[in-house]
């Protein structure tokens, strides 16, 4: 059983930055899509970042176009972990961040869609003010 610890959010000030990591452990086969989605109060989650990597290399990334040029997804191999680096963080970044998990999956169309992905983190609060 897959499971996803997440860690690293916390409270900045606009135009700062923060990393997160997704600690992933339980897969039982080589090729999987990770993803990062978060969700702001009174409103729907929605997909930040993608990664899908198979044999332990990186195919490709996808970054949502509200991300893109601030927050890079990578894999950190040697502690089985995907990252999330956000720069020049903005207060409407702020929102409960999860890390998401589908072994077999190759992020395709729907990789910013919540029901690509079947097994969820506990998700880490970022919050960034003005």
């Known amino acids: 059983q897959v499971q996803l610890v997440e860690s690293g959010g916390g409270s900045v000030q606009a135009g700062r930055s923060l990393r997160l990591s997704c600690a992933a452990s339980?897969?039982?086969?080589?090729?999987?899509?990770i993803g990062w989605f978060r969700q702001a109060p009174g409103k729907e989650r929605e997909g930040v970042a993608a990664?899908?990597?198979?044999?332990?290399?990186?195919?490709?990334?996808l970054h949502a176009d509200s991300v893109k040029g601030r927050f890079t997804i990578s894999q950190d191999n040697a502690k089985n972990t995907v990252s999330l680096q956000m720069n020049s963080l903005k207060p409407e970044d702020t929102a409960m961040y999860y890390c998401?998990?589908?072994?077999?999956?190759?992020?395709?169309?729907?990789?910013?869609?919540?029901?690509?992905?079947?097994?969820w983190g506990q998700g880490t609060q970022v919050t960034v003010s003005s």
């Open positions: 998401a998990a589908n072994p077999g999956y190759s992020c395709g169309a729907y990789w910013d869609h919540e029901t690509s992905f079947g097994s």
């Open positions: 990664i899908y990597l198979s044999d332990g290399r990186t195919y490709y990334t």
């Open positions: 339980g897969y039982t086969i080589s090729r999987k899509c």
